[in-house]
């Protein structure tokens, strides 16, 4: 079980760096761009954004995370693939 909680903390930790990191790449595009993509929601949900709708649009990543724990008992930390997928309008470099 701890190790559950590991890996949800590891992959939270994830998505909050890329979290981070998107948000202070959106603020730059925010200065540069008069109508950037924004979250749509109705009645609570989220909707598809149509700045997003277009797969050929994302970037994806696919990384793979040390964790802190060595479930397999190897004697090695594990390794996890994480899958993200992003918007174009995140891949700008932030000075
Ligand atoms: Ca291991």
Do not use: C
């Not at 559950?4 to 939270?12: A, F, H, R």
């Not at 994806?60 to 996890?80: A, I, P, Q």
């Amino acid at each position: 079980m701890k190790r559950v909680i590991k890996l949800v903390i590891t992959i939270s930790a994830i998505a909050i760096i890329f979290s981070i990191e998107s948000s202070a790449q959106i603020k730059e595009i925010n200065s540069t761009d008069k109508k950037p993509a924004a979250p749509i929601i109705v009645n609570g949900e989220t909707q598809i954004v149509p700045e997003f709708k277009d797969p050929d649009m994302w970037i994806r990543h696919d990384l793979w995370v040390e964790t802190e724990f060595d479930s397999d008992g190897d004697g090695k930390l594990d390794r996890m693939h994480v899958d993200v997928t992003r918007p174009r309008q995140t891949d700008i470099t932030v000075s």
